[in-house]
């Protein structure tokens, strides 16, 4: 018997038996001989009790064709066939139509909502075009098979906007805050390259495009540095030492005792006068000055010229400074302000880098405030070029309890924002900070229309609480484009709880980002012993103890001791099964350990994407849509 159908757009809904008698008595009634109930009734109860459980739409209708071939209307088999391959045609030529447009106003550059979408995107180059053409085709695969029947709908009638709908089977970031310092003291990795630690300023500030860059093409949102004058202040110290040494190296004399002399700022001045240690110190301070203004002129230069996303887009760059006291510090802070101020090229405003000016009680609130100075510099700067834009770190819900005055690290506790829209500081699973912190994407609800539908209803409390029902059933319904919600908020109280975590790895290049997310559990809760579990031999592309050591992983490694691509439970090596049996916490990745795991009754939650026809029945979910579940709430 039929229980579900398959439709064309991948869906799985409920049989509807009438509409296979709403179709034959179409055809019959282009007949001579017109409808025969009788027939209809017969047709349709055949196929649904003797077909499949789940069946195609087009195979049951290849089973209304072979009932009316098999029966005495062989007159309405041939007008039911027709009108079959009528509407295919037709929904053909209307695919085909649409995209012929859509495609045509993309090559014609011609201005509308499709190639003014973004701003930042140059599409009138072939590698913007091919963007487009990549964009405009990934959007109704969206609709069509990644969002439930409930956000399609709320889509349709503008309830909701989902933004960057184009990256959405992706399941790439959005934004992130980059920690700059981390990557300008180990180097890092760039495809088919490797970056160095920067030792200079110069090389500072040619990593930080670089980072940039190199995370916009992993990314579909903006990249922002969160403390940019904390990250480069060292190497402005690093570039006065080498000024130093080059004294050295010109008089043959050991100038050592100057290379940790203390600094008020670094201002250029005349050497008209100065003799000794001061004359040779503000000998490095004015080439030291020199070369952070270039630097900081190269890295604005760079961020309005190096493209990302195939070549066809600058990268959406934001940083935020204007905290750090220190004379390094200043010094990167002013010679970036003065940058900006000259422009770049004939004196144009940069675009990029967005920048954010942090200000603060304390530090440039007030005339005997050590950053003041700047901050008026910063206001000069503004009112030529429109940067930087100001942030208020003593409101209310910019403040961190933890800040201090004389914490070198204080960068740690204060807000950081991007240029687009991403403020990011609250934290429910950890410390409060913007460090680091990101977000997937934006979904828009559209408040005004939902005010607009409840402005009929006369009784005030009435009316005002309607309308917040429809915000909850709206909120409710954005929540389904997400994988978390109270799972996940159950799973952060297990880890709480929990002292051992096991963490059973899936495919070999999702591993990188698996490091990422484990140093962020362990960041959260130190006292929890986490243990990675990968494949014990080559399988498929599954993760091996060679990827994990290519990624550095810093937690414990053992294998499951088999070639499954899962976690067969007989299969497993003693080690594998002992660490499966003490663990408090298990996360499962893949639908290969969620499909040899579920009913195994250990505390597993599963992190998966509907990949097969059996998955989208087991949980009635369209494929590819992605999943986080308990084993105590899945069905077996």
Same mark, same amino acid.
């Given at each position: 018997?039929?229980?579900?159908?398959?439709?064309?757009?991948?869906?799985?809904?409920?049989?509807?038996?009438?509409?296979?008698?709403?179709?034959?008595?179409?055809?019959?009634?282009?007949?001579?001989?017109?409808?025969?109930?009788?027939?209809?009734?017969?047709?349709?109860?055949?196929?649904?009790?003797?077909?499949?459980?789940?069946?195609?739409?087009?195979?049951?209708?290849?089973?209304?064709?072979?009932?009316?071939?098999? #029966?005495?209307?062989?007159?309405?088999?041939?007008?039911?066939?027709?009108?079959?391959?009528?509407?295919?045609?037709?929904?053909?030529?209307?695919?085909?139509?649409?995209?012929?447009?859509?495609?045509?106003?993309?090559?014609?550059?011609?201005?509308?909502?499709?190639?003014? &979408?973004?701003?930042?995107?140059?599409?009138?180059?072939?590698?913007?075009?091919?963007?487009?053409?990549?964009?405009?085709?990934?959007?109704?695969?969206?609709?069509?098979?990644?969002?439930?029947?409930?956000?399609?709908?709320?889509?349709?009638?503008?309830?909701?906007?989902?933004?960057?709908?184009?990256?959405?089977?992706?399941?790439?970031?959005?934004?992130?805050?980059?920690?700059?310092?981390?990557?300008?003291?180990?180097?890092?990795?760039?495809?088919?390259?490797?970056?160095?630690?920067?030792?200079?300023?110069?090389?500072?500030?040619?990593?930080?495009?670089? #980072?940039?860059?190199?995370?916009?093409?992993?990314?579909?949102?903006?990249?922002?540095?969160?403390?940019?004058?904390?990250?480069?202040?060292?190497?402005?110290?690093?570039?006065?030492?080498?000024?130093?040494?080059?004294?050295?190296?010109?008089?043959?004399?050991?100038?050592?005792?100057?290379?940790?002399?203390?600094? *008020?700022?670094?201002?250029?001045?005349?050497?008209?006068?100065?003799?000794?240690?001061?004359?040779?110190?503000?000998?490095?301070?004015?080439?030291?000055?020199?070369?952070?203004?270039?630097?900081?002129?190269?890295?604005?230069?760079?961020?309005?010229?190096?493209?990302?996303?195939?070549?066809?887009?600058?990268?959406?760059?934001?940083?935020?400074?204007?905290?750090?006291?220190?004379?390094?510090?200043?010094?990167?802070?002013? &010679?970036?302000?003065?940058?900006?101020?000259?422009?770049?090229?004939?004196?144009?405003?940069?675009?990029?880098?967005?920048?954010?000016?942090?200000?603060?009680?304390?530090?440039?609130?007030?005339?005997?405030?050590?950053?003041?100075?700047?901050?008026?510099?910063?206001?000069?700067?503004?009112?030529?070029?429109?940067?930087?834009?100001?942030?208020?770190?003593?409101?209310?819900?910019?403040?961190?309890?933890?800040?201090?005055?004389?914490?070198?690290?204080?960068?740690?506790?204060?807000?950081?924002?991007?240029?687009?829209?991403?403020?990011?500081?609250?934290?429910?699973?950890?410390?409060?900070?913007?460090?680091?912190?990101?977000?997937?994407?934006?979904?828009?609800?559209?408040?005004?229309?939902?005010?607009?539908?409840?402005?009929?209803?006369?009784?005030?409390?009435?009316?005002?609480?309607?309308?917040?029902?429809?915000?909850?059933?709206?909120? $409710?319904?954005?929540?389904?484009?997400?994988?978390?919600?109270?799972?996940?908020?159950?799973?952060?109280?297990?880890?709480?709880?929990?002292?051992?975590?096991?963490?059973?790895?899936?495919?070999?290049?999702?591993?990188?980002?698996?490091?990422?997310?484990?140093?962020?559990?362990?960041?959260?809760?130190?006292?929890?012993?986490?243990?990675?579990?990968?494949?014990?031999?080559?399988?498929?592309?599954?993760?091996?103890?060679?990827?994990?050591?290519?990624?550095?992983?810093?937690?414990?490694?053992? $294998?499951?001791?088999?070639?499954?691509?899962?976690?067969?439970?007989?299969?497993?090596?003693?080690?594998?099964?002992?660490?499966?049996?003490?663990? *408090?916490?298990?996360?499962?990745?893949?639908?290969?350990?969620?499909?040899?795991?579920?009913?195994?009754?250990?505390?597993?939650?599963?992190?998966?994407?509907?990949?097969?026809?059996?998955?989208?029945?087991?949980?009635?979910?369209?494929?590819?849509?992605?999943?986080?579940?308990?084993?105590?709430?899945?069905?077996?």
């Amino acid at each position: 018997m039929i229980q579900t159908v398959i439709k064309r757009d991948g869906r799985i809904v409920g049989f509807n038996e009438e509409k296979i008698v709403t179709a034959i008595r179409k055809a019959m009634l282009h007949t001579e001989n017109g409808e025969d109930l009788q027939l209809i009734r017969q047709i349709t109860d055949h196929i649904s009790f003797k077909g499949e459980p789940q069946m195609t739409v087009e195979a049951i209708q290849d089973a209304v064709e072979l009932e009316l071939m098999n #029966s005495s209307r062989k007159d309405v088999a041939q007008r039911y066939i027709a009108y079959r391959n009528q509407r295919s045609i037709q929904r053909s030529v209307a695919r085909k139509a649409k995209t012929r447009d859509m495609f045509l106003e993309i090559i014609n550059i011609k201005s509308n909502d499709i190639t003014r &979408e973004n701003a930042n995107m140059n599409a009138d180059t072939p590698a913007g075009m091919m963007m487009k053409f990549s964009s405009e085709t990934t959007k109704p695969f969206v609709d069509d098979y990644l969002l439930s029947e409930e956000v399609k709908e709320a889509v349709a009638n503008n309830y909701l906007h989902i933004h960057d709908k184009d990256y959405y089977p992706t399941k790439s970031l959005t934004c992130v805050q980059h920690p700059l310092d981390r990557i300008l003291k180990y180097g890092f990795s760039a495809g088919h390259g490797e970056s160095r630690p920067a030792k200079r300023i110069e090389t500072a500030s040619i990593l930080g495009c670089i #980072s940039l860059e190199t995370a916009q093409n992993e990314m579909h949102g903006g990249q922002a540095i969160p403390a940019f004058d904390f990250y480069l202040a060292p190497y402005v110290r690093n570039s006065y030492i080498e000024e130093v040494k080059n004294l050295e190296d010109l008089n043959g004399v050991d100038y050592s005792h100057l290379y940790n002399k203390e600094i *008020d700022d670094y201002v250029t001045r005349p050497l008209d006068g100065l003799t000794g240690d001061k004359r040779l110190v503000q000998h490095a301070i004015n080439k030291t000055v020199s070369r952070v203004h270039q630097s900081m002129e190269a890295f604005i230069h760079n961020m309005n010229t190096i493209h990302s996303r195939g070549g066809n887009q600058v990268v959406f760059s934001s940083i935020n400074y204007g905290t750090d006291t220190s004379a390094e510090g200043r010094c990167i802070i002013r &010679e970036l302000l003065k940058s900006t101020y000259r422009g770049v090229g004939n004196g144009e405003t940069a675009i990029f880098p967005i920048q954010i000016w942090k200000k603060k009680r304390g530090v440039s609130y007030l005339p005997e405030d050590r950053n003041y100075d700047l901050y008026e510099l910063a206001c000069k700067v503004t009112a030529r070029r429109f940067f930087p834009n100001f942030l208020n770190l003593d409101a209310t819900f910019n403040q961190h309890e933890d800040w201090r005055a004389d914490d070198p690290e204080r960068y740690k506790y204060e807000v950081a924002t991007m240029g687009c829209r991403t403020r990011v500081f609250e934290n429910r699973f950890g410390p409060k900070t913007s460090i680091g912190r990101g977000n997937l994407s934006f979904s828009t609800i559209n408040i005004v229309r939902l005010a607009i539908e409840c402005m009929d209803i006369e009784n005030k409390e009435e009316r005002i609480a309607r309308f917040f029902a429809k915000l909850d059933e709206m909120l $409710d319904g954005a929540k389904n484009i997400d994988v978390a919600g109270p799972v996940f908020d159950r799973f952060v109280s297990d880890l709480a709880k929990g002292k051992k975590l096991l963490y059973l790895t899936d495919n070999a290049g999702e591993i990188g980002f698996d490091r990422v997310f484990a140093e962020t559990i362990r960041q959260a809760y130190p006292n929890l012993e986490i243990t990675f579990c990968v494949r014990g031999f080559v399988t498929q592309n599954d993760a091996t103890r060679e990827d994990a050591a290519a990624v550095g992983l810093p937690f414990p490694v053992i $294998d499951n001791g088999n070639r499954v691509a899962g976690t067969q439970i007989e299969l497993l090596s003693p080690e594998a099964k002992q660490a499966l049996d003490e663990a *408090d916490v298990i996360l499962a990745k893949g639908m290969g350990n969620t499909e040899t795991l579920l009913g195994c009754g250990y505390n597993v939650y599963y992190a998966f994407l509907v990949k097969c026809p059996r998955f989208v029945q087991i949980f009635e979910k369209p494929l590819f849509t992605p999943m986080f579940i308990h084993e105590g709430d899945a069905p077996v």
